[in-house]
């Protein structure tokens, strides 16, 4: 299964990946928070990282 990872010191909370993939992203504290990785079938995770301004969302196997 592929899940999103996000980098904290990178992310700077545009929300992007939170209009894109709400049932996998929110915004807590100012930065990206993963909630539901299993959700990524749902939605788009690929495209949240490739627009995510600041490279801050990497996709790995897990």
Same mark, same amino acid.
């Given at each position: 299964?592929?899940?999103?990872?996000?980098?904290?010191?990178?992310?700077?909370?545009?929300?992007?990946?939170?209009?894109?993939?709400?049932?996998?992203?929110?915004?807590?504290?100012?930065?990206?928070?993963?909630? #539901?990785?299993?959700?990524?079938?749902?939605?788009?995770?690929?495209? #949240? #990282?490739?627009?995510?301004?600041?490279? #801050?969302?990497?996709?790995?196997?897990?």
């Amino acid at each position: 299964m592929k899940k999103p990872v996000i980098d904290w010191d990178t992310c700077i909370g545009c929300g992007s990946c939170v209009e894109l993939c709400p049932e996998v992203f929110e915004l807590r504290d100012e930065k990206a928070y993963v909630t #539901a990785p299993e959700k990524c079938d749902s939605c788009n995770c690929q495209e #949240a #990282a490739d627009i995510c301004p600041v490279e #801050a969302i990497t996709i790995v196997e897990s």
